[in-house]
């Protein structure tokens, strides 16, 4: 009898950190990176492809979300889809933008994008994006996770 391995959640709770203090958006990107690797989403080489990618053009989206990725040529780095997030009250400079909520995706083939559509829905409201920006990490684990 074959058993399926058991399919990692998008988002875990520790993977989500609320009250992060200003950093250079680079250490950001490095940050939610590694977060990504820890959890088992992504191999290291990722976390360059995410800095690549910035450097091709910012992953500002607006609504103080930044929502950093990897390049194309990174696809082969990502093991499973997943999400980490990092909130950052008083805003971080991304770009000459306010960033409050940034969010590493990995998405494996085209859910890179089903995942970008939510979390961007989810922002798009200003009530939402409030609670997540300055959240608790239960609150925005639960709102990310649709647990809401």
């Known amino acids: 009898m074959f058993f ?14 609320v009250n992060c203090k200003a ?27 995410m800095l690549e990618r910035e450097k091709s053009f910012s992953t500002f989206m607006g609504n103080g979300l930044a929502l950093p990725h990897g390049v194309e040529s990174a696809k082969k780095d990502i ?8 909130t950052f009250p008083e805003g971080i400079d991304w770009d000459g933008e306010t960033v409050k909520v940034v969010i590493g995706i990995a998405g494996v ?26 959240g608790d990490a239960k609150t925005v684990y639960r709102i990310l996770s649709g647990r809401n």
């Open 4 to 17: 399926k391995p058991k399919k990692k959640e998008l988002l875990y709770e520790e993977n989500v950190r």
């Open 23 to 49: 950093e250079s958006k680079e250490q950001v990107i490095r940050t939610v990176g590694q977060m990504l690797v820890d959890s088992g989403y992504v191999d290291q080489p990722y976390v360059e492809a």
């Open 79 to 86: 093991k499973a889809s997943g999400i980490a997030v990092m």
């Open 109 to 134: 083939g085209e859910e890179h994008l089903q995942i970008l559509s939510v979390v961007a829905d989810k922002m798009l409201d200003d009530e939402t994006a409030d609670k997540i920006a300055n």
